[in-house]
């Protein structure tokens, strides 16, 4: 059965430092992943995705993730947060029982100033 | 193109009543799955249509029913409110399934009075 946490449900930087966001997943055969990120009072919008091509995926806003299939883990970084960053990141793993994807908990990120 | 689209975005009920939510897919997107999202369960699928047949359920009582029609368009009900119904409701286009990358809509607040 398909799988994933999130490491940390709150993670605080300051503007202008690296952002790493932590993801294990668990899948008995090569999954899809993705990051998605959602702002107070908005839906969730893709950051990227890992389909079984490159394991370092580039995505939107300066986020990137690497696959790492012997750590079954799909960290999510940026190499410097800005102040927009700020919001709730969940990772996510395709392959329910129900056909469905399924989420992590979720980790909030603040940035300060 | 233009993104998904959920109406209304906010929705006030009362215990015992019924609601339903619209949601209006991508162009050319053929799945449209639901999800509820609350503050304890996180994000929760309730269920996949795709040309209007319903494909994958989550596990949800009967009072939560959905359809779709053929121009995608999908409509979900809930039935006999309940507090615990209060949530924010995602719904989330796709062009092939639920298990691919999948394109939220704004979600529909309700709150159970």
Same mark, same amino acid.
């Given at each position: 059965?398909? /799988? @994933?946490?999130? $490491?940390? !449900?709150?993670?605080?930087v300051?503007?202008?430092?690296p @952002?790493?966001?932590?993801c294990? &997943? !668990?899948?008995? *055969?090569?999954?899809?992943?993705f990051?998605?990120?959602?702002?107070?009072?908005k #839906?969730?919008? +893709?950051? +990227?995705? *890992?389909?079984?091509?490159?394991?370092?995926v %580039?995505?939107?806003? #300066?986020?990137?993730a690497?696959? %790492?299939?012997?750590?079954?883990?799909?960290? +999510?970084? %940026?190499?410097?947060?800005?102040? !927009?960053d700020?919001?709730? &990141?969940?990772?996510?793993?395709?392959?329910?029982?129900q056909?469905? $994807?399924i989420? #992590? %908990?979720g980790?909030k990120?603040?940035?300060?100033? | 193109?233009?993104?998904?689209? =959920?109406?209304?975005?906010?929705?006030?009920?009362?215990? #015992?009543? =019924? @609601?339903? +939510?619209?949601?209006?897919?991508? /162009?050319g997107?053929?799945?449209v799955?639901?999800? =509820? =999202?609350?503050?304890g369960?996180?994000?929760?699928?309730?269920?996949? &249509?795709?040309?209007?047949?319903q494909?994958n359920?989550?596990?949800?009582?009967?009072?939560?029913?959905?359809?779709?029609?053929?121009n /995608?368009?999908?409509?979900m009900n809930?039935?006999?409110?309940?507090?615990?119904?209060?949530?924010?409701?995602?719904?989330?286009?796709? $062009?092939?399934?639920?298990?691919?990358?999948?394109?939220?809509?704004?979600?529909?607040?309700?709150?159970v009075?």
């Amino acid at each position: 059965a398909q /799988s @994933v946490t999130q $490491l940390d !449900s709150h993670v605080s930087v300051s503007e202008g430092t690296p @952002v790493l966001l932590r993801c294990n &997943y !668990s899948s008995s *055969y090569s999954p899809s992943l993705f990051w998605y990120v959602q702002h107070p009072n908005k #839906g969730l919008q +893709l950051l +990227l995705k *890992y389909t079984s091509a490159a394991t370092l995926v %580039k995505g939107i806003n #300066g986020f990137e993730a690497e696959f %790492k299939k012997s750590e079954t883990s799909f960290h +999510l970084t %940026k190499p410097s947060a800005h102040m !927009s960053d700020a919001a709730e &990141y969940f990772c996510v793993v395709s392959g329910g029982s129900q056909g469905n $994807l399924i989420f #992590g %908990k979720g980790t909030k990120l603040s940035v300060k100033p | 193109k233009a993104g998904v689209t =959920q109406t209304p975005r906010y929705l006030i009920k009362t215990r #015992g009543q =019924q @609601v339903t +939510l619209s949601c209006s897919p991508i /162009s050319g997107h053929r799945s449209v799955s639901w999800y =509820q =999202q609350t503050p304890g369960q996180g994000l929760q699928f309730l269920f996949e &249509y795709f040309s209007e047949t319903q494909r994958n359920k989550g596990n949800f009582p009967g009072r939560f029913s959905g359809r779709q029609f053929s121009n /995608s368009r999908s409509e979900m009900n809930v039935s006999t409110l309940e507090l615990g119904d209060s949530a924010l409701y995602l719904c989330a286009s796709s $062009l092939t399934g639920a298990v691919y990358e999948q394109y939220f809509g704004p979600g529909t607040r309700l709150t159970v009075t």
